[in-house]
């Protein structure tokens, strides 16, 4: 057995079965074969290959094994530092069997470390090691993310505050940092590409020394996240995120960690990945954590701290004006987390101190407010003693919050469609003048009933979709009709893109929501009806009619609050001066070439809007060209089967003709097209 002790495998059990017997002379033979070998113990050089050690302090600890033929004696053992031979600190270091110590005094800056061991057969090197040591204080470099989704109030806001925290602490008798630099992205500038700039910057930035080995690097993201089905990759959604190319709307977690393994410094990632729901963000959290989890531990100098555990959703509220993750790190850094670890109280937080009391304090908040349970989650605690954050210099309100990038979030995500009551009543219902099926004027009675004030607007769609993550028929179908010069079909359009087919800013997402179909209108109801109790649905054709002649305050108009063609431009968006048809009304102008923000004309008698144009409206009728005819009196529900829907109203690419109250238009249930919308009705 003397033999494993003399090529030092001092550590290791004695081989007790055969197979170790093996092992142990394979591994004996492997050395003999391969002459000499002097491995890292510490700091392990496998891990720092590319990128240097950081030391933290003057002298480095080192720890090296020498596997050799004779029991080596420190006198034959070197420390070259750049190539020149120096001493160990404390002399000539310890050999105790075949590991050896010693500490080296470094120089400032970057410098390599090689031990060097002299035998009977000549001179044997280790790999070199390359160690970085700054003497004064380190610079703190803060990258913050923000999107701005519309199901969500302040995820763009949380990261503003939380990056312009840390402005203070490179002032003051207690400064942590050197420098601190704050970058921010923040609502619409948070595109995808810019993402991924910004944390290719980093990378750079090292590479021009403008950030050093010892600095800190801080990422705060706060934006929606998923997992992609087919790589199983966490993506994190850009502003600018659709469904189509999610991929490079998105910036890949993968890609963070890839660029951050680029440096080495300390290097911390604050995730509230959110997923769905308004006020609720990662509903799929576990296998957002599952994916940060499993990648992070790879990294070096990494951590990264998640806004939830395990299929645990998380929240934000008005009452804290930010999500509960966010608002239990200011509040930390402000020094409620001082001591939180059970450590002493120095004005100083850690970032142990930090995840420890964000642990104790998310729960509490979600728990008074939602009655839900939401605990952050980090990856590992090796950076946990890290001084992140004097309490005293903290600074929330450097700067104030940029206006231009929608700092107020539609507000419309977060309220039902606006509603308005329709007292019943018996209307004729009809009209002899245009087509044949408008024709049969009818005595129509109908139970009350309430209708939308305005047509359903993106952002309430998108709060539908958000919620469900319903696809349409035009994302099923890959295309849907646009008007560019002529109309066309195009592919890749769905209710994100305007009327001509171009990606609509969040700023016109007050508009209505147009290429949604029929069976898409449906569905948008039927989970209005899940999630409020109560009977959201499509109008029946009569109901719609009747709202649109104002009920029973009707002024019997042609037109959804008025009788007089010339002025429809006040009243309705149609096909004016601003649009060139061979219909186009030349002489009037409505200020719209396309679909115009709701409620921006005059009302009809009931103050409802845009019933006439703007936007066609799906109804839930079967459409019957001769159903007037046999119509029921009675709450009619129109007919009993066919092969289109009812739409009504004309739309902004009408003659004033079709934007008639009493004219009828219909269409397959799957159809859509850049005019096509709808209102709702309950119960
Ligand atoms: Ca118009
Ligand atoms: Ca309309």
């Keep these: 057995m003397e033999i494993y002790q003399f090529i030092g495998f001092g550590k290791v059990a004695k081989p007790k079965t055969m197979k170790n017997i093996l092992l142990y002379t394979l591994l004996l033979l492997s050395v003999t074969a391969k002459s000499q070998n002097i491995i890292w113990l510490s700091p392990n050089a496998d891990k720092y290959q590319q990128k240097p050690y950081v030391s933290e302090t003057a002298t480095l600890e080192i720890e090296v094994k020498i596997l050799a033929s004779t029991i080596p004696k420190t006198d034959d053992i070197t420390i070259l530092r750049d190539g020149t031979a120096i001493t160990g600190k404390n002399g000539e270091g310890v050999m105790q069997y075949t590991t050896y110590t010693n500490t080296v005094a470094l120089k400032n800056g970057e410098q390599t470390i090689v031990i060097q061991y002299k035998d009977k057969y000549g001179i044997h090197k280790s790999p070199p090691l390359k160690v970085f040591y700054a003497a004064g204080k380190p610079s703190l470099h803060v990258f913050a993310i923000g999107t701005n989704p519309a199901d969500l109030q302040y995820t ?358 147009i290429h949604v179909s029929w069976n898409d209108a449906t569905a948008y109801c039927k989970w209005l009806q899940e999630t409020t109790g109560k009977g959201y649905r499509l109008p029946t054709e009569a109901e719609w009619e009747y709202a649109a002649r104002g009920g029973n305050e009707s002024k019997g108009h042609k037109y959804a609050g008025t009788n007089d063609e010339s002025s429809l431009y006040r009243y309705a968006n149609f096909a004016d001066k601003n649009i060139d048809f061979d219909w186009s009304v030349k002489s009037q102008n409505d200020n719209y070439t396309y679909t115009a923000p709701i409620g921006k004309y005059l009302s009809n008698e009931l103050g409802i809007y845009n019933m006439s144009g703007n936007v066609w409206e799906w109804c839930s009728d079967w459409y019957g060209s001769d159903y007037y005819k046999n119509s029921s009196s009675n709450n009619p529900q129109g007919a009993n089967s066919g092969t289109d829907r009812v ?19 219909f269409s397959a249930p799957k159809n859509r097209s850049y005019s096509t919308g709808f209102r709702v009705v309950f119960p």
């Excluded at 948070?190 to 993402?195: D, L, Q, R, S």
């Excluded at 979600?366 to 309490?391: C, H, M, W, Y």
């Excluded at 739409?647 to 238009?665: E, F, T």
């Design 156 to 513: 763009a806001h949380d990261a503003w505050d939380f990056a312009n925290a840390f402005r203070g602490q490179a002032t003051g008798t207690n400064a942590l940092f050197e420098k601190v630099k704050v970058k921010t992205l923040i609502g619409e500038e948070a595109t995808a590409a810019a993402m991924r700039q910004m944390v290719n910057s980093a990378a750079t930035d090292y590479h021009a020394g403008k950030i050093q080995p010892q600095d800190v690097v801080i990422l705060f993201v706060s934006t929606h996240g998923f997992v992609d089905e087919f790589d199983k990759q966490l993506y994190l959604k850009g502003d600018d995120y659709n469904a189509y190319s999610n991929i490079a709307t998105s910036l890949g977690y993968q890609k963070i960690l890839n660029m951050f393994n680029r440096i080495p410094c300390k290097k911390l990632i604050f995730l509230d990945a959110c997923y769905s729901g308004a006020g609720k963000r990662n509903s799929n959290s576990k296998a957002i954590n599952d994916a940060i989890q499993q990648l992070s531990r790879t990294q070096d100098g990494l951590v990264t701290m998640t806004s939830s555990s395990e299929d645990q959703v998380s929240y934000e509220d008005d009452a804290w004006e930010s999500g509960a993750f966010t608002e239990a790190l200011l509040q930390g850094l402000q020094g409620k987390a001082d001591g939180s670890d059970g450590s002493y109280k120095n004005g100083i937080i850690s970032l142990d101190e930090l995840c420890t009391y964000a642990n104790a304090t998310v729960p509490q908040l979600v728990k008074n407010k939602k009655s839900e349970i939401q605990i952050p989650n980090r990856t590992r605690d090796d950076l946990g003693n890290l001084a992140l954050f004097a309490a005293a210099n903290f600074d929330k309100n450097t700067l104030p919050f940029p206006k231009g990038n929608t700092p107020e979030p539609p507000k419309p995500v977060r309220n039902l469609p606006n509603m308005v009551f329709v007292k019943g009543g018996t209307f004729q219902m009809g009209s002899n003048e245009g087509r044949d099926n408008q024709k049969t004027i009818h005595s129509v009675t109908l139970d009350d009933f309430y209708i939308g004030k305005y047509e359903v607007t993106v952002a309430e769609f998108e709060k539908f979709v958000t919620a469900t993550g319903y696809e349409t028929d035009a994302e099923k179908d890959g295309n849907s009709r646009v008007y560019t010069t002529t109309w066309e079909t195009k592919v890749g359009i769905y209710w994100k893109h305007d009327a001509k087919g171009n990606l609509r800013p969040r700023s016109d997402y007050n508009h209505p929501i």
């Design 647 to 665: 739409l009504r109203g004309g739309s902004w690419s009408s003659m004033p003709l079709r934007c008639r109250i009493a004219y009828r238009n």
